[in-house]
């Protein structure tokens, strides 16, 4: 157990929906990370918050935010959903988010949009 | 732009045989990092080892141990005695410490592992 957590741990929706991911990195971590795990595309960094501020942008579309809130807690926000999106979302969390810090993974958020 | 290039995509050993799982990389910075994730069937990522660009020595922790080459911008895995628990999904990931990178990971495209008994 990485002691982050993602909720929830499946999500089936349809084309056009709405849906938020949510994420709780571990005790003491300042920085998520949010990935996208697809078969065509890989493992993806999307976005990455430290203490309530956005860090670093990847391959995130304008469809999707994010935010990190007071409490370090980060949800992910997906809309006008597309079969395309249907893939597994991972949250990571770091100490202090910076390149050598160990990442640690949450479950993952499996998405289908059907 | 940084890399990370896993030509394997998948390997197939019989119980007790050694596997080396092949990772090269490509950045511009002279300061990286670079690390190896596992995923069971579960589907959790699991961190196996980091180790950043100025430490070229080998490591081994009990049946895994890896090659870290800079001159051919490697960085390998070997699995001694391979077990069955050891299939998996292998990521080879990249960070680098220069610009705005602040840790993100870019990932190779995964090499699965499958051990028969």
């Known amino acids: 157990d990485s002691g982050v957590t993602q909720t929830p741990k499946h999500l089936i929706t349809a084309t056009g929906q709405r849906v938020t991911l949510r994420c709780s990195p571990r005790?003491?971590?300042?920085?998520v990370y949010w990935y996208q795990q697809s078969l065509d595309q890989g493992l993806q960094f999307l976005i990455q918050y430290y203490n309530g501020e956005e860090r670093a942008k990847g391959n995130i579309l304008e469809r999707f935010s994010a935010q990190q809130f007071p409490d370090l807690h980060s949800e992910l926000n997906l809309s006008s959903l597309e079969l395309g999106d249907s893939a597994l979302y991972f949250c990571?969390?770091?100490?202090?988010?910076?390149?050598?810090?160990?990442?640690?993974f949450g479950p993952g958020t499996r998405l289908t949009v059907l | 732009a940084q890399k990370v290039t896993q030509a394997q995509t998948e390997i197939s050993v019989v119980e007790k045989e050694d596997v080396t799982l092949d990772c090269v990389y490509e950045?511009?910075?002279?300061?990286?990092?670079l690390f190896w994730y596992k995923q069971p069937p579960s589907g959790e990522l699991v961190f196996l080892i980091r180790r950043n660009s100025f430490d070229e020595q080998n490591e081994i922790s009990g049946r895994y141990s890896w090659n870290f080459q800079k001159s051919t911008s490697s960085f390998n895995f070997t699995i001694t005695a391979s077990q069955v628990v050891d299939s998996a999904v292998y990521f080879c990931?990249?960070?680098?410490?220069?610009?705005?990178?602040?840790?993100?990971?870019?990932f190779g495209q995964g090499t699965i592992l499958t051990v028969h008994p």
């Open positions: 950045t511009r910075d002279t300061t990286y990092y």
């Open positions: 990571a969390s770091s100490s202090i988010g910076l390149a050598g810090n160990e990442q640690f």
């Open positions: 990931a990249l960070s680098n410490a220069g610009g705005t990178s602040y840790g993100k990971l870019t």
């Open positions: 005790s003491g971590d300042l920085s």
